[in-house]
């Protein structure tokens, strides 16, 4: 293909405004309609060509740090160079370098795959660049998500009437919804007076489970309640939130002058899926007047199954609740939802209108700005959308199915072969589990493991990640990818039991 930089402006091209000096480089315009084409078409052979077998990669690259920006030139060029040359160096450098997500070997952390309609739908939202900070400034990307919002409420089995909006992800909702809760007290004047220096503040106090995810950390960190205001409560046998220490937790600190604000509750934790009881948790808020806000950022996708709905029981009583449509609802990244009753002390926390952002329309219409830190919002319910009505709840319904059902049939592979040990329930499609030599233990059992999982991952045939269950070392194999079969899952498994051989 010939070179074809962006052109020049010409004297058939009088638009634009004649340069200042002389010596000042000519301005160019964006490239053709025709160029656009070309190479538009190029790239969606090569994305449906990717879609269809990120087999042809390995799932993770052979590079060392720094490799990546070695290899690229060290300065940004004068002049514009042409598509096919970028796209030579996309291919040949960059492809080769990115941890394959779309592999159905990626079974590591919450594995999620991009599918064609939401690639397509976040192009399109890219060639539209529409900045969704006011309705007014977009009224279908405004509209859009909270139609698509409602539309996923209903398929989750969620009430009615709640407020849901997009975010880039679960830890900034979870810090938006915790910004909500510390509205309930306007009597603390925190919007107005913040936290820091002041005698007359009591202490705040958050909880969480042991297990909850570190987005909960971040927050308190982030919004000034400090670590120290995070309780961790115990958990049971099965991994879930021990409601009961819960309760004389909050009770001690009602005691000691401190204010409980809020309980974070977590519907499929990331080490092990556990599943927090919500409902009793919600009975607790209920009795002290706390914000109970639910992370079910992964596990809230299965209960578009109707045999699943049970996972979210209790939800209804929660003030707000976070679901990642780029985590297991096959949307590419990212795409996260916040719903909340509370819309209005989500707003008290964020709003803030200067002057030039004034708008006629009032209070009639939501302004997505007014619902976190961000002023310009991406055009994200286009991609879900398009997710959506391409597969149909049907379709969404039978791959989620089959991922547990897979995930199942692992857990049973595993409960057979005296070589393994599975480590928690499998509530949803991920599996933890560990190799356990006759007779190791302890530190020994955890090294033996780590090497374990060390030689699979250098094999680059397949990624798995670990955690750590009561303090044990233990693998886990998740599935979230569109293309991951049962056949790959059995491979994975054997590389895990050859890796423990011969590490
Ligand atoms: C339970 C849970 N909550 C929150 C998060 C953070 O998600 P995000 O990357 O969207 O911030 C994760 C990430 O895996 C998670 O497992």
Not at 201 to 207: D, F, G, H, N, R
Not at 393 to 412: N, P, Q
């Amino acid at each position: 293909m010939e070179p074809t930089p962006p052109r020049e402006q010409t004297a058939e091209n009088p638009t634009q405004p004649a340069p200042a000096q002389a010596h000042a480089a000519r301005p160019v315009s964006d490239m053709s309609p025709a160029e656009f084409r070309k190479h538009g078409y190029a790239v969606i052979d090569w994305i449906a060509d990717y879609l269809d077998a990120p087999e042809k990669w390995p799932v993770l690259p052979a590079v060392h740090p720094g490799d990546v920006r070695r290899a690229l030139p060290q300065s940004p060029p004068q002049r514009g160079e042409s598509m096919d040359e970028i796209l030579a160096d996309f291919q040949r450098l960059i492809v080769p370098a990115v941890t394959h997500w779309n592999h159905p070997d990626f079974m590591a952390y919450f594995a999620n795959s991009s599918t064609a309609a939401g690639v397509l739908g976040e192009a399109l939202s890219a060639a539209l660049n529409v900045n969704a900070m006011l309705w007014r400034t977009s009224p279908a990307a405004t509209e859009l998500e909270f139609l698509t919002l409602d539309w996923l409420r209903q398929m989750l089995g969620l009430p009615e009437g709640l407020f849901g909006t997009i975010g880039d992800t679960a830890s900034s909702n979870t810090l938006y919804a915790l910004a909500a809760a510390r509205e309930m007290h306007p009597e603390l004047r925190i919007r107005e007076e913040g936290m820091s220096g002041r005698a007359d503040l009591p202490k705040v106090v958050i909880y969480c489970s042991e297990e909850a995810h570190s987005s909960v950390d971040k927050a308190v960190m982030t919004l000034g309640f400090g670590l120290e205001a995070l309780r961790k409560i115990p958990t049971d046998s099965g991994l879930r939130m021990d409601v009961a220490a819960l309760a004389s937790a909050v009770e001690s600190d009602v005691r000691a002058g401190r204010v409980p604000l809020a309980v974070v509750a977590t519907v499929g934790t990331t080490s092990t899926t556990a599943i927090d009881p919500v409902l009793a948790i919600a009975e607790v808020c209920g009795k002290h007047g706390m914000w109970l806000h639910v992370d079910a950022s992964y596990g809230g996708t299965a209960a578009i199954l109707p045999e699943m709905q049970h996972v979210l029981h209790g939800c209804d009583r929660a003030d707000s609740l976070v679901v990642n449509p780029h985590k297991w609802l096959f949307t590419p990244v990212d795409c996260s939802a916040l719903y909340t009753r509370r819309p209005d002390l989500l707003k008290r926390a964020f709003q803030h209108i200067p002057d030039y952002l004034i708008v006629s329309e009032g209070e009639s219409v939501a302004n997505l700005m007014d619902y976190g830190v961000a002023l310009g919002r991406r055009f994200r319910a286009l991609k879900l959308w398009f997710v959506i009505r391409n597969f149909g709840v049907e379709g969404l319904r039978s791959l989620i199915r089959e991922h547990i059902r897979i995930a199942h049939l692992l857990g049973d592979w595993i409960d057979a072969d005296p070589e393994l040990e599975r480590m928690a329930d499998v509530n949803f499609s991920t599996v933890v589990f560990r190799h356990c030599p006759p007779g190791m233990r302890g530190r020994e059992l955890d090294d033996h493991n780590s090497r374990t999982l060390a030689k699979v991952v250098a094999g680059r045939e397949v990624y798995l990640s670990h955690t750590r269950v009561r303090g044990s070392y233990a693998l886990r194999i998740a599935i979230g990818n569109i293309h991951t079969t049962e056949g790959h899952v059995r491979r994975a498994l054997e590389l895990v039991k050859e890796a423990a051989r011969t590490y």
